[in-house]
């Protein structure tokens, strides 16, 4: 039973952040009991592939356990930590998308860096919501399958690092930070030492913010 609850997940027909099918429809579907399927599910929610939200229901948190093991690494890092290693993923990104993007790549990049500008003074989810979209946008442009895998192993410690800064200091990094029009500015001349540039000077920002806000 946990290795086709496993098979399920590992084949993409549920992706990673999905709310997996009420439990009569798995009972249906995979012709097990309720006590079967629970203790496959607890079994997957312990190994960190799951991830069981009560009130709201239990969601793919990873592909496979190893997938988990380095997601959870990542949510149990510091946040200077994880700005360490966006510093070193985004930088690179950025320069790779800089080369790489295509036409459609720019589009959504300019479609969500308006989002991200909107939103910049809405409530904190939105904020951070909208921010993540932008930044994973750039290391999708990039092209790169290994980079946005592993990019995506750190959504969720990406996400935290984001919100410690904006709740900590309490919107002013929305006012302090002004480098994303010339992020994308930049991919969209290519110009990759100038999205490096700009990649590493955000990111720097961000970590002397957090710094100063006490987090580390």
């Known amino acids: 039973m946990i290795n086709e609850l496993e098979r399920l997940v590992e084949s993409g027909e549920w992706p990673v952040g999905t709310r997996i099918p009420p439990e009569p429809e798995l009972m249906r579907d995979l012709q097990v009991s309720r006590n079967t399927l629970r203790e496959a599910v607890r079994a997957l929610v312990h190994t960190g592939v799951l991830d069981s939200r009560p009130g709201d229901g239990t969601y793919v948190a990873a592909t496979d356990g190893f997938a988990a093991a380095l997601a959870r690494r990542f949510r149990n890092s510091e946040a200077l930590e994880i700005l360490d290693v966006r510093r070193m993923i985004e930088r690179d990104a950025a320069g790779m998308a800089a080369r790489r993007r295509t036409a459609d790549d720019i589009e959504n990049l300019r479609t969500l860096e308006r989002r991200r500008a909107e939103m910049a003074h809405s409530d904190n989810g939105a904020s951070v919501d909208a921010e993540l979209a932008f930044h994973t946008a750039i290391v999708a442009a990039a092209h790169n399958s290994l980079m946005l895998d592993l990019y995506a192993f750190m959504t969720d410690a990406v996400r935290e690092s984001i919100a410690a800064v904006v709740d900590s200091l309490a919107g002013g990094v929305k006012g302090h930070i002004t480098l994303h029009d010339q992020l994308l500015a930049s991919i969209v001349a290519q110009d990759p030492v ?20 006490g987090i580390s």
């Open 194 to 213: 100038a999205a490096e540039q700009a990649a590493t000077e955000h990111l720097e920002s961000v970590m002397a913010l957090l710094a100063k806000g």
